[in-house]
């Protein structure tokens, strides 16, 4: 595994609050990353990494000196998108340093962050990183407040469905529902679900063209080490733009339960419903799209129409669920392969389907398949319900 997926998996793992690890393995199914409360397995004492040898040390050692340096540098630099890329960047040496991050510094991270954003408005990726700040880290306090914060992306892209999310969670927060179905209403008229992951794929692979990691920080005779300059490129790239926090749409679903809202107007869930089916059908992301097929569900609003078109999803979520097995991280081919399809459409659901026509597998399942639920037995495209909560 390239040296920064590592140092990714292992951060974001034990980060307070981390956003997802690098998609080296098949995400959550929908109603696992959509609600509250899900039990996630815990590791098991066998699958612990093995005592470091002195090359991987050493390794280890020169990619934290890389990393150091190469923070300092984006921060000095005259460019906004470099300065916000140097924030997603800088908790790294927190983390190694077993750093706390103090009320002041988050303070002065967002003070850094709004001055980016502020200096970069028609940027949509440095937009996205302000709108995906915690409060503390956004530059925004009572005595300096941004009123349109959560809106920064949204006016930049108001057909982008993702776009409105933040808002909507704001909205639904403070129990504002006139307001929080406003937003809901507007989400439904989208046309498309994006998320800004291309985006930063992109964003990535440029800097790190311009910052090459040095061989000093490979293992010698390790695959990765023999990886050509703009593999380790865009195999660094992918694992940071999988680091930039998703918006979290476990508010939307729960607005979007008729069980739970018995009394919500008959309007609320047509709307649900119709974003449900736009993110079905135009989400680049395939955690969106499933999550999706959940919104279709839980509304009660889902067609004809929306069960197949969730059928033909949930065909493609398992095909590449089988291919994964299959797909080797220090594969040449299959790097490059990937990041062409990257580079080309910035969209995690063509990147896969790309995967799949390429194995020969049909985009569209066969006449008799089914989708199953955790007991193997036939279940309905939209999905079932999560499993319950462990009890202790």
Not at 151 to 179: H, Y
Not at 335 to 363: C, F, S, Y
Not at 364 to 369: E, G, L, N, S, V
Request: glycine share 4%.
């Amino acid at each position: 595994m390239p040296l920064l997926a590592v140092v990714l998996t292992s951060l974001l793992a034990t980060a307070n609050g981390a956003p997802p690890s690098a998609p080296t393995k098949a995400p959550a199914q929908s109603d696992s990353v959509a609600c509250k409360g899900e039990q996630q397995p815990q590791a098991k004492a066998d699958d612990a990494e093995p005592p470091q040898t002195p090359e991987q040390k050493a390794a280890a050692a020169a990619y934290q000196d890389y990393m150091r340096a190469l923070v300092q540098s984006l921060s000095k630099s005259p460019s906004p998108r470099d300065r916000a890329l140097a924030l997603q960047m800088g908790f790294f040496a927190d983390v190694w340093d077993s750093h706390q991050s103090t009320p002041a510094e988050k303070a002065q991270r967002g003070t850094v962050l709004r001055a980016a954003a502020e200096a970069a408005p028609d940027d949509v990726l440095v937009q996205w990183l302000w709108v995906r700040a915690n409060p503390e880290e956004s530059g925004c306090n009572a005595a300096k407040p941004c009123v349109h914060r959560l809106e920064a992306v949204a006016r930049m892209q108001p057909d982008n469905g993702s776009a409105w999310v933040p808002l909507f969670n704001a909205k639904w927060k403070a129990k504002d529902i006139p307001a929080a179905e406003t937003v809901l209403a507007t989400m439904a008229r989208a046309s498309y679900f994006d998320e800004q992951q291309g985006t930063a794929v992109k964003a990535w692979m440029e800097m790190f063209h311009r910052y090459p990691i040095p061989e000093s920080a490979f293992v010698p005779g390790s695959p990765e080490a023999n990886l050509d300059q703009q593999t380790i490129e865009f195999s660094n790239s992918i694992s940071l733009a999988a680091a930039i926090a998703m918006p979290f749409l476990g508010d939307t679903v729960d607005a979007c339960r008729r069980e739970r809202h018995p009394d919500a107007s008959p309007q609320r869930f047509r709307d649900c419903a119709q974003v449900g089916r736009s993110m079905l059908a135009h989400a680049t992301s395939l955690i969106d799209r499933q999550i999706g097929r959940a919104l279709l569900r839980v509304s009660g609003q889902a067609t004809a129409v929306d069960i197949a078109n969730a059928r033909v999803q949930d065909w493609q979520y398992e095909q590449w669920e089988n291919l994964l097995p299959g797909l080797s991280e220090n594969d040449l081919g299959y790097l490059k392969e990937n990041a062409a399809d990257w580079m080309d459409t910035g969209d995690e659901i063509k990147v896969l389907q790309h995967q799949m026509q390429r194995k020969g597998i049909p985009l569209t399942p066969p006449a008799d398949w089914q989708p199953r639920g955790r007991d193997g037995k036939p279940i309905s495209p939209l999905g079932e319900d999560p499993a319950p909560a462990h009890q202790p």
